[in-house]
């Protein structure tokens, strides 16, 4: 029988985080995307439901202060807490993610009998933390720069604030198709997590969760360390 016992897998500050993340990404992609396409039916639709053109450009302004704030909140986490830097450390890359990721492939044509063990994170979520890492430096960067184009007209040359543009809808559209097709798939709709994962809000998994899915981080929690070296694991 399936054990439920269930174990803390995120805690309230990086909850709080990944809830401001997801609540000032989807503002800015919503708004962000009625501009883009003012001049289809669907991006009027959207101004008008945002509650007209001015109205949608001071909602993508204050989603945009929102992630600011969540970007300082996010470094003051990793810089200053405990926590924050041992799971920083956790996100790092490391030879093993290479390997994993040959063993994933491997696994997916069927030249192994089993996936790869992970840790605490898997190169796929690795992946994600890394790729929004530098889409929010892009967007903010960017966005500065389109933002107060009336000071910085004097300061730099047309062709910066073009490709600010152009970066700027281009991040944006990755963010899109990241989150579409990756981020919701493998959180939420990947077999082992339909129809959601609900630990981003309580932060609680099952036992046999983690142990199907980060087993390393299983063994971590049930096992010493001087076990887990023994079995050659976590290298």
């Given at each position: ?154 300061i730099l040359p047309k062709w910066f604030f073009d ?48 142990k199907e899915n980060h087993y390393l981080e299983y ?17």
């Open positions: 029988m399936p054990s439920k016992k269930k174990v803390l897998r995120f805690s309230l500050s990086w909850r709080i985080q990944h809830f401001l993340l997801m609540v000032s990404v989807t503002l800015l992609i919503i708004t962000g995307f009625a501009l883009r396409y003012h001049d289809t039916w669907f991006g009027r639709f959207l101004i008008f439901i945002e509650g007209g053109f001015e109205t949608r450009g001071t909602l993508h302004r204050i989603s945009a202060v929102l992630l600011f704030i969540t970007a300082v909140y996010h470094l003051i986490y990793i810089l200053f807490t405990r926590e924050g830097r041992k799971e920083f450390r956790e996100l790092l890359p490391r030879k093993k993610d290479f390997a994993d990721f040959v063993e994933s492939i491997r696994y997916d044509i069927g030249k192994n009998e089993k996936p790869p063990m992970y840790g605490r994170y898997s190169y796929k979520e690795k992946i994600q933390y890394w790729a929004f890492f530098l889409f929010v430096i892009l967007m903010i960067l960017s966005g500065i720069v389109l933002w107060f184009h009336n000071y910085l007209f004097g490709f600010s543009q152009a970066l700027h809808s281009a991040t944006a559209t990755l963010v899109i198709t990241f989150l579409v097709l990756w981020h919701l798939y493998l959180v939420h709709f990947s077999p082992s997590n339909f129809p959601i994962n609900a630990s981003f809000w309580h932060g609680y998994v099952s036992e046999e969760w983690l063994l971590n929690l049930t096992s010493s360390s001087e076990e887990i070296k023994n079995k050659g694991y976590g290298k």
